[in-house]
Each structure stands twice: as C-alpha cells, then as structure tokens.
C-alpha cells in the first residue's frame, strides 16, 4: 500500500486508505493555520496523535462548540455536520481521521486540488 500525501496552504494531508466503505489517514495542520469549513456525508472519526487541535462543530441550530483535543483524545463527528479543524497553537497538529462510509469523490477532490 502506497500513502499519498498532499500539501495544502495550511499543512499535509495523508491518505492512507480509500474505498467506499471506508477512508484513513493523518492531517497535519501548521501552527496558527485552520482549514476551511466542511462537512462529510458519512461519520468521521478524530484521535489526536500529536500537538492539540481545537475543533469548531457547528450545531443544526446554528450554535458552535469548541472541542480541544489533546493527544490520546478523541471526536466522533455525526455525518453532514459542518466543522473547522484549527490549530491556535505554537506547535504542529497531528490528527488522524477515519471516515467510515464512502468519500471517494471527497479524496479525488484532494487529489485534483492538491500538490503531492
């Protein structure tokens, strides 16, 4: 199995694993840097491996929360649920993420729109 990982503005993004049931791999989000609001059709799974990332979830109400996650920590995130990951710190953030259900057109967005 071969990784691919992609640069973008605010860091990396890894793509371990992708087929329609299920997506893996790593983001790693620079310091003072936050990607851009989105959501996915299907459940998203975080665990932080290294640094902190602050993730903005933004509730059908439209209310927001803010979920620190150190590492170790983990968020499940429910399918179509608009989100921010955002590093405010001084340090690199590492999260892998599982998405678990098909984001195939999602990773060759990435793929199109991004430098390897």
């Known amino acids: 199995m071969q990784f691919e990982k992609y640069n973008l503005d605010q860091g ?6 992708s087929d329609e049931n ?7 989000i620079n310091p003072k840097q936050e990607l851009d609001k989105h959501n996915r059709p299907v459940p998203e799974s975080l665990y932080q491996l ?3 990332c602050v993730m903005k979830i933004f509730e059908e109400d439209g209310s927001e929360k803010e979920v620190v996650l150190s590492e170790g920590e983990s968020l499940d995130i429910p399918p179509l649920t608009q989100h921010i990951h955002t590093n ?5 953030s590492l999260t892998f993420w599982k998405a678990s259900g098909d984001i195939r057109d999602i990773i060759e967005s990435i793929r199109n729109n991004s430098k390897m």
């Open 12 to 17: 990396n993004i890894m793509i371990a694993f």
């Open 22 to 28: 299920l997506s893996v791999g790593t983001l790693e």
């Open 50 to 52: 290294r640094g902190k």
């Open 88 to 92: 405010p710190f001084d340090d690199i």
